[in-house]
């Protein structure tokens, strides 16, 4: 009598754990909503429209929050609204999810030059650099060329002033 209600115990927790692993879905597969709200948000940033662009793009992620490209369509969102920190923050949580990602590293990157943490960016390009496998990738060309412009803080900072008489 005693050994019954541990039985039905187990029975129960094994069901119960079996039955959670069949609802997960593999991390390399994301929702379609997700998706689509992604290339929705890429379209609205494409346009210049940043609001709709954020919108469309925190949806993606509250459907999936493993969509790495809504994560970096976000941060793309705030590098071209100057928020350099905030694309860093974004990048950092599509590191977290794939470190191994070049355009993560390079959008990083390039807002770490915006903000002036060169030899950041330049870890970043070696990084780059070394998942490029040694040939030339598109990302590495652009963060290098990021890093030779140097950020637009000094830029600005450095600029003539009009004189007023």
Request: hydrophobic share 45%; with cysteine.
């Amino acid at each position: 009598m005693r050994v019954l209600p541990i039985a039905v115990a187990v029975g129960l927790g094994a069901a119960l754990i079996a039955s959670s692993g069949n609802s997960q879905t593999p991390d390399n597969q994301i929702r379609p909503e997700s998706a689509a709200l992604v290339r929705q948000g890429e379209a609205a940033l494409s346009a210049g429209q940043f609001q709709a662009a954020d919108d469309a793009l925190e949806t993606a992620l509250v459907v999936d929050p493993r969509n790495r490209q809504a994560l970096l369509g976000l941060a793309r969102a705030a590098m071209k609204q100057k928020l350099y920190g905030q694309a860093i923050r974004f990048t950092n949580k599509a590191l977290a999810l794939e470190p191994n990602d070049v355009n993560a590293l390079a959008l990083q990157g390039d807002a770490m030059v915006q903000l002036g943490a060169t030899a950041r960016a330049q870890q970043n390009l070696a990084k780059v650099r070394q998942l490029c496998g040694g040939r030339s990738c598109a990302q590495a060309t652009t963060l290098a060329a990021a890093i030779a412009r140097g950020p637009a803080v000094a830029q600005k900072a450095t600029a003539p002033t009009p004189k007023q008489n």
